[in-house]
């Protein structure tokens, strides 16, 4: 793929090998870190996202175009790593309806990628949706993901997850301006300016919403 073929293992700077010793290294030290400095549940839920990741997601990937709907279960468990570690119960509604928002997200983030390097997935040898649907019906499909994402961020302020009025209205102000950016997504032929504008959009996004629940719990926890 061009779009990866200068990457470390494909260009050949590193060998597979190295990585995969390096890789255990890390996943060793890791391992050992969470357990001394949290708890087993957090152990488990590292090892289970480093498991979906390489031995489930990336091989479905090569022979499943909806791979990236099981596979992005691995989007979905750190942070509920982090709620656990930090004393949460992984089973409330807050952190579940978190997890949800970043499973979500990763779908149309995905295929709006998709959408722009679709040939390039095909060089690759990868089945796509591209040989499945139209560049239209993908936009159509990829658009309702993007308002279910949209739908999924704005009931934080229906769950008491943050913590200040002014943070929900910031949420509120970012779906606005992402759906803004949706319509015009939709309306387009597939022009690659308007899928790379919707590309970066909604990485911002995300990354609104982690730095306003970041932001959110700090100045509560410093105003304590």
């Known amino acids: 793929m061009d779009r990866t073929k200068n990457r470390p293992i494909p260009s050949g700077t590193v060998t597979p090998g190295v990585v995969l010793l390096i890789s255990i290294a890390f996943l060793i030290l890791g ?7 949290s708890n087993v549940l957090t152990l488990g839920i590292g090892l289970l996202t480093f498991f979906w990741y390489n031995a489930v997601y990336t091989p479905l990937k090569k022979v499943f175009a909806l791979a990236i709907i099981p596979g992005s279960l691995v989007g979905a468990l750190p942070p509920v790593a982090g709620w656990v570690a930090a004393g949460g119960s992984v089973t ?5 309806l978190v997890a ?5 997200w990763q779908i149309p983030h995905f295929w709006i990628l998709l959408l722009v390097y ?12 591209t040989n499945v649907f139209s560049i239209r019906q993908l936009i159509n499909i ?13 009931s934080f302020n229906f769950f008491g997850i943050f913590n200040y009025f002014m943070t929900g209205v910031f949420l509120i102000l970012l779906c606005g301006w992402l759906f803004i950016q949706s319509l015009k997504f939709l309306r387009s032929n597939g022009e690659s300016r308007i899928l790379k504008n919707m590309f970066i959009s909604i990485n ?3 990354l609104l919403i ?4 970041t932001l959110d719990k700090l100045i509560k926890l410093f105003l304590e």
């Open 204 to 206: 911002i996004f995300t």
């Open 92 to 96: 409330d509604p807050k952190i579940l």
């Open 118 to 129: 679709g040939k390039d997935y095909d060089k690759g040898g990868f089945p796509t949706l």
């Open 210 to 213: 982690i730095t306003s629940l």
């Open 31 to 37: 391992s050992v870190t969470i357990l001394l400095k």
């Open 142 to 154: 990829t658009f309702c993901w993007i308002v279910l994402t949209i739908v999924t961020a704005l």
């Open 100 to 104: 949800s928002f970043f499973f979500i």
